[in-house]
């Protein structure tokens, strides 16, 4: 199948035995080739597991030869707000795709993200119509409170983490997003990595994978 969504595409070695699949979102400025790496690090750990690794659709204004779920040139809360509802829209689709091309079920699809993709996984576990397994966020932040509080549909279960020296993404928005999942009635779990600015650790990505394999045995 081709996806409406160029992807970096890791399959386990015995296609037959796909039994869930995690999508793994860039950061602003970054593509699926970047934020592969996890799955290159988790994937010996989860045998039937199928990891996509989409590129957003449009090219980042800052950095043309990586891309943007959205703009971010304007500050303006509105226009970030309606540019990330467009690529909810975009990425919903794919989502489709995926479990069309997989015989899945939202239950047997983690969404994980890093920063601008974490923004993008915490909304879209909140809006779908049924819960996924789980999302994984890296240093990222609820995009606009009360708007995905009206537009909250779903439960998804959370790990979000973040650095306490990150620079781009301010630490307390970790504690942002989870005062508003806990009033929200969300599951989540956090954690502040010491001495981290703007990346994904070694730590983290040890967390994330603990986190995902116990979700999966569920």
């Known amino acids: ?16 035995n796909i039994d869930n699949a995690i999508i793994l979102l860039h950061g602003y400025g970054g593509d699926g080739q970047d934020i592969s790496m ?28 990586g891309y943007q779920w959205f703009d971010l040139s304007n500050e303006d809360p509105k226009y970030i707000l309606e540019e990330s509802k467009k690529a909810e829209i975009i990425l919903l689709k794919f989502i489709g795709e995926v ?12 969404l994980s993200g890093f920063s601008q993709g974490c923004m993008m996984s915490i909304n879209l576990g909140l809006i779908s119509s049924e819960n996924y397994n ?11 409170k009360i708007d995905l509080e009206k537009r ?10 973040h650095g306490d020296a990150d620079e781009i993404v301010p630490p307390s928005s970790l504690l ?3 005062d508003f999942l806990i009033r929200n009635n969300v599951e989540v779990k956090t954690n502040m990595i010491k001495n981290c600015s703007h990346h994904i650790p070694v730590e983290a990505s040890s967390l994330a994978l603990n986190y995902i394999k116990n979700n999966l045995l569920l």
């Open 176 to 178: 942002e997003a989870k």
């Open 152 to 161: 909250k549909i779903s439960n998804t279960k959370m790990l979000l983490m």
């Open 99 to 110: 479990k069309k091309e997989y015989n899945l079920k939202n239950s047997e699809i983690i």
């Open 1 to 16: 199948m081709t996806f409406s969504l160029n992807a970096k595409i890791i399959e386990p070695n015995n296609k037959e």
């Open 38 to 65: 996890l799955a290159l690090g988790w994937k010996r750990f989860l045998k039937n597991t199928v990891f996509l690794c989409p590129d957003a659709k449009e090219h980042c204004v800052v950095n043309p030869a």
């Open 134 to 144: 789980c999302i994984v966020g890296f240093s990222g932040k609820i995009i606009d």
